[in-house]
């Protein structure tokens, strides 16, 4: 089975843009969530999908949103880019809904660098 | 507001000992517990899962312990090998969402 997979791997992008990151998850995992990581932070959740719908949330301001497609493959978009929303991107899948339980599959990560 | 603490410096230990890893935790009663392994450059990788009720969880040379009353977890690898050099991350998860600490480097050599 293909794992986690994350398009871009690496991102440049200029304070105010907005970005769109893309994961796919393994087949027949229908859960998705993301997680930002930084060296001062660490990994946070930003949210998790099922079934089309998000199910939970982090604490990360409305600039940051998500969708899941009918496939369970997501996008995230993070709008108004700012310096601090340099990071690693992570997207996990697990078969179920519930991050906390499940065991998740964690993709390589989208690299995403703000000027 | 909930925090978890893990060693921040890095662990040497030479190989065939035993690596004990520490993660305690304040202001949270987390209903499972998870320890991933991360590599540079790569998405963590899922080794463990314990729940509050589970006291100790083993898989080959991994050991897990979770006490709630301690609000602490310990990660144990048995017979330690140069391979298992690497970051590892616990996770605390509750009803809604699941929580990482800032993860503690081992390095094991020979």
């Known amino acids: 089975k293909a794992g986690v997979t994350q398009t871009p791997r690496y991102l440049i992008k200029t304070r105010g843009q907005q970005v769109t990151l893309s994961c796919s998850p393994i087949s027949g995992h229908r859960s998705v969530s993301w997680y930002q990581q930084t060296p001062g932070q660490g990994l946070q959740f930003l949210f998790e999908?099922?079934?089309?719908?998000?199910?939970n949330k982090g604490n990360f301001p409305g600039r940051f949103s998500g969708r899941q497609f009918s496939n369970s493959r997501s996008e995230m978009n993070v709008s108004t880019l700012e310096l601090g929303d340099s990071a690693l991107y992570l997207c996990?899948?697990?078969?179920?809904?519930?991050?906390?339980?499940?065991?998740?599959?964690f993709g390589p990560g989208t690299r995403l660098t703000v000027l | 507001s909930q925090k978890i603490e893990q060693n921040s410096e890095a662990l040497n230990i030479q190989e065939g000992k035993t690596a004990t890893l520490t993660c305690n935790y304040t202001?949270?009663?987390?209903?499972?517990l998870q320890w991933y392994r991360q590599d540079p450059g790569r998405g963590p990788v899922f080794l463990l899962l314990i729940r509050e009720n589970e006291k100790e969880k083993r898989k080959e040379r991994l050991k897990v312990t979770f006490d709630t009353t301690l609000k602490q977890s310990l990660f144990h690898i048995t017979a330690s090998q140069p391979a298992d050099s690497a970051t590892y991350l616990c996770?605390?998860?509750?009803?809604?969402?699941?929580?990482f600490g800032t993860g503690t480097r081992l390095q094991v050599f020979p």
């Open positions: 996770a605390l998860g509750n009803t809604d969402k699941l929580i």
């Open positions: 996990a899948s697990s078969l179920e809904v519930g991050a906390h339980y499940n065991e998740q599959f």
């Open positions: 202001n949270y009663s987390p209903a499972y």
């Open positions: 999908y099922f079934s089309e719908t998000q199910r």
